[in-house]
């Protein structure tokens, strides 16, 4: 395959940069950039869980997600009249990424809210969207330590996610619009620092894939993630 448009090969990331503690009032936030792809994410504390939690002596770790009207080429409404199918679902799976390293009895009866808000968008929101929402999170969490409301930090792994799919017949990591657009399979693959896997979503576009693709899509991820956590844990100052 030749090069791609932006000079990238195959194997390469777009650059990661992740800012910490943009916002005064949050508990947690960060500004996420992947190449032209901009999220700010904010982490909110409440003393509250919802109504099915209760009695069970644990907290609860959720999401929301939105896209400012100029993130995109051309002007997209907001939602004032309810939320579309495609922000629901990648909300939820926001959370559910998150929750999937944290014990949440550790929290105590309390609710932490991500709002992850995408200020510019060139592919790969929700991506991003997961792995800055981590680092807010995290100071989330490390606030409550420090404020002694809770005792241990109940942060279990780390958890990022990144696009990969299948361009021209060859394999590609972390498209940006114009090739996830056009791609002949595209798929976000959400990962633990553990190597675990939170979820893939992986779709053919043009023609199915088979087994052997979806490896080695699934392969270069991984190796691509090993990258992501590594620039977690340095925006942390835990590299």
């Known amino acids: 395959m030749e090069k791609r448009k932006d000079g990238r090969d195959s194997k390469q990331l777009r650059p990661i940069i992740?800012?910490?503690?943009?916002?005064?009032?949050?508990?947690?936030?960060?500004?996420i950039r992947v190449g032209k792809t901009h999220v700010l994410?904010?982490?909110?504390?409440?003393?509250?869980?919802?109504?099915?939690?209760?009695?069970?002596?644990?907290?609860?770790v959720t999401a929301?997600?939105?896209?400012?009207?100029?993130?995109?080429?051309?002007?997209?409404?907001?939602?004032?009249?309810?939320?579309?199918?495609?922000t629901m679902e990648i909300q939820r799976l926001v959370g559910r990424s998150l929750r999937?390293?944290?014990d949440m009895r550790r929290m105590g009866e309390r609710t932490i809210t991500l709002?992850?808000?995408v200020i510019?968008?060139?592919?790969?929101t929700r991506c991003a969207s997961i792995t800055g929402a981590y680092i807010a999170l995290y100071d989330a969490l490390r606030w409550l330590v420090n404020k002694e409301k809770i005792a241990k930090m109940p942060i279990i792994d780390q958890v990022a996610a990144i696009s990969v799919g299948v361009i021209g017949g060859k394999p590609v990591i972390d498209l940006d619009y114009s090739e996830d657009s056009g791609?002949?399979?595209?798929?976000?693959?959400?990962?633990?620092?553990?190597?675990?896997?939170?979820?893939?979503?992986?779709?053919?576009?043009?023609?199915?894939?088979?087994?052997?693709q979806?490896?080695?899509?699934?392969?270069?991820?991984?190796?691509?993630?090993?990258?992501?956590?590594?620039e977690q844990r340095r925006a942390l100052g835990i590299a």
């Open 18 to 31: 992740i800012e910490r503690n943009v916002l005064e009032h949050a508990e947690g936030s960060a500004l």
């Open 41 to 60: 994410c904010a982490a909110t504390v409440e003393e509250r869980i919802p109504p099915f939690l209760k009695d069970k002596s644990q907290g609860w």
């Open 64 to 86: 929301e997600y939105s896209m400012l009207p100029r993130a995109t080429l051309e002007r997209t409404h907001r939602e004032r009249k309810g939320l579309g199918g495609r």
């Open 100 to 102: 999937a390293v944290v």
């Open 115 to 117: 709002d992850c808000d």
């Open 120 to 124: 510019q968008a060139d592919g790969g």
């Open 183 to 212: 791609a002949d399979v595209d798929m976000n693959v959400v990962m633990t620092g553990a190597g675990k896997f939170v979820e893939l979503q992986g779709t053919a576009e043009a023609e199915p894939f088979d087994e052997t």
């Open 214 to 230: 979806m490896n080695t899509m699934i392969s270069l991820a991984k190796d691509g993630l090993s990258d992501v956590f590594l």
